[in-house]
């Protein structure tokens, strides 16, 4: 059973902006999902047309086998949503907004109050219950915004930039409550521009880039795709030029810093062997960014733009 | 009919019109008090200073004569703007999503509204009321006619509100009918006048005011007096409610004003 089937969809505002052309994507059950792509690339749409606050053009979605244009409220119920921007009453108090969340979705009010308990002291805003949304700070408001797209206990959840200026404690504590949640079963479809959080939690993606998918693989197979990787060493002594390594593509950035570009198969100690050779001495080696990113960046420039 | 009386959309509309009593009652200075303080005024000014002045109308004081429009005024002026503004409030802070992306019909969402906006409406009036039993005596001749009319009156204006609000992109837009349109049709609706002292022509161009007919309906039932036939007034209301309900429908189905 898929937890998400998209089938040609399309979306064209009324402005005449192309926002979707021809989408497809099945996300199976249980799955840990990752839709990424720059800003304007149509992610938000996608999600709007989900949960039905964007009005698609053309195309089929089926949620749970439910579909979208014959079975609205059996799709809809099956589904929980956490926005990218906030879109709560400010003036309501934490506990009524959840609660009346989990009314909409025709859940008792007794079994409101209960998983309004569990999921706010899960994300530690239990204690803020009886305070008015707009006294949370950033991060509070986002795990409110988490609490209540669980009041129906949605089989899927679609998180739109979920630890969009969150701090890293916070963030952290996120990935741990989402991969708990993604292993009792809830299947998660996440946008994010923090790739290393896409990489460390998803185990598929999808890339769209000015309205159309352009990958579409499981995440490890994706990431083999990358022919090569970017690393940035700190040398002890200062150099006046790049040195030449052999078979190796080599930059400097300044007098300590020195830019490798590796292909898949050179190893590193190809490149340490070299550098031994030159005479040069590594104080620290890291990546310039995370493998997703590097791919991500390469599959969404511009032909001829180099990064 | 099973989208309305399934289990789960019976909470959900339970859970907006909770929501909705809360809000108005919560903020009752701003919701309830005003219309109770300018119904005094009128009573203390137009009923029993210049009232005492004036001759019965239709055998009734001028004082008793007031009170049903002053009444109906309170129930839609009230349904009206309990309405629009919370729905429009909903979507300036965007908390409309909350209900948009519930697997709530659309029917539910304008019948929860519909209803905590008539109740806002007809608490007032009833509180209208019970001030204007301060200055005079009402012995209401039809509680059916009364009843239903202002059931159906709130209604109606509780969901001219909603609709205003779906359409409405900034707050000038959800103030601006009851500003500019609904309250002066209100005041030449026959709050404060009888028709028959028109000029036949004036009668005639005065009973193209909807709001004219409901007043003198409700007025019917409450004191047994009106310049019209109540059958028509119902007729009118009701025609306009089922056109209103269309018409909503259809608003929600579209996703205008709410959906992109």
């Known amino acids: ?307 | 009919m099973n989208l309305i009386i399934s289990y789960p959309n019976r909470v959900a509309l339970y859970t907006i019109l909770r929501k909705e009593t809360t809000r108005f009652l919560r903020i009752w200075t701003q919701t309830l008090l005003p219309s109770a303080i300018t119904s005094t005024l009128y009573f203390i000014i137009f009923g029993k200073l210049i009232g005492s002045q004036i001759q019965p109308i239709h055998g009734v004081s001028y004082m008793q004569y007031i009170v049903p429009g002053l009444v109906m005024q309170a129930i839609m002026l009230n349904a009206y703007s309990n309405t629009s503004s919370s729905f429009f409030g909903a979507k300036f802070s965007r908390s409309v999503e909350e209900m948009l992306v519930s697997s709530m019909p659309d029917l539910t969402i304008m019948l929860g509204y519909t209803a905590g906006g008539a109740l806002r409406g007809i608490l007032t009036g009833c509180i209208v009321l019970m001030i204007s039993m301060l200055f005079t005596h009402i012995h209401i001749q039809s509680f059916t006619i009364v009843i239903l009319m202002a059931v159906l009156s709130a209604l109606l204006f509780s969901l001219g509100g909603l609709i205003n609000a779906i359409f409405a992109k900034k707050f000038d837009d959800v103030s601006f009918v009851p500003t500019f349109i609904l309250t002066p049709l209100t005041y030449l609706g026959g709050i404060f006048f009888s028709i028959s002292q028109l000029s036949p022509f004036w009668q005639k161009v005065a009973l193209l005011n909807p709001i004219l007919n409901i007043v003198d309906t409700f007025r019917q039932g409450m004191l047994g007096t009106s310049d019209i036939d109540v059958r028509f007034g119902f007729l009118l209301v009701t025609v306009l409610f089922l056109i209103l309900i269309g018409w909503c429908m259809m608003l929600l189905r579209r996703g205008t004003g709410l959906r992109t």
Not at chain 1, 96 to 109: E, L, M, R
């Open chain 1, 1 to 307: 059973m898929y937890a998400l089937e998209v089938n040609h969809l399309h979306k064209t505002y009324a402005n005449g902006l192309v926002a979707l052309k021809d989408i497809n994507l099945t996300v199976p059950e249980g799955d840990f999902f990752a839709l990424l792509g720059k800003n304007g690339a149509g992610k938000s749409t996608t999600i709007g047309i989900l949960c039905s606050l964007v009005n698609k053009t053309s195309g089929k979605i089926k949620i749970f086998g439910h579909d979208m244009d014959k079975q609205l409220y059996a799709a809809k119920s099956c589904i929980g949503v956490v926005p990218q921007e906030f879109n709560f009453n400010p003036f309501e108090k934490i506990s009524q907004i959840v609660i009346n969340q989990a009314g909409y979705y025709g859940v008792p009010w007794r079994v409101a109050c209960q998983r309004a308990e569990k999921y706010l002291k899960k994300l530690g805003l239990w204690e803020k219950r009886h305070q008015p949304a707009m006294r949370l700070s950033g991060g509070m408001k986002r795990r409110l915004m988490i609490v209540r797209a669980l009041m129906n206990e949605p089989p899927l959840l679609v998180l739109d930039e979920p630890t969009a200026g969150v701090d890293i404690e916070l963030r952290h504590g996120l990935w741990e409550f989402l991969t708990e949640l993604n292993n009792s079963g809830t299947t998660i479809i996440l946008t994010t521009h923090y790739l290393e959080e896409a990489e460390h939690l998803c185990r598929h993606v999808a890339i769209i880039d000015h309205g159309k998918i352009i990958e579409d693989a499981p995440m490890k197979s994706l990431i083999q795709q990358l022919h090569v990787q970017t690393l940035v060493l700190d040398i002890a002594a200062p150099l006046d030029d790049a040195p030449k390594l052999e078979g190796i593509k080599c930059r400097q950035l300044d007098k300590t810093t020195l830019e490798i570009e590796l292909n898949i198969t050179q190893t590193i100690n190809v490149l340490f062997a070299a550098l031994n050779k030159a005479g040069i001495t590594v104080v620290s080696l890291r990546q310039k960014i995370n493998r997703l990113e590097e791919l991500f960046v390469r599959l969404t420039q511009p032909a001829g733009v180099s990064s």
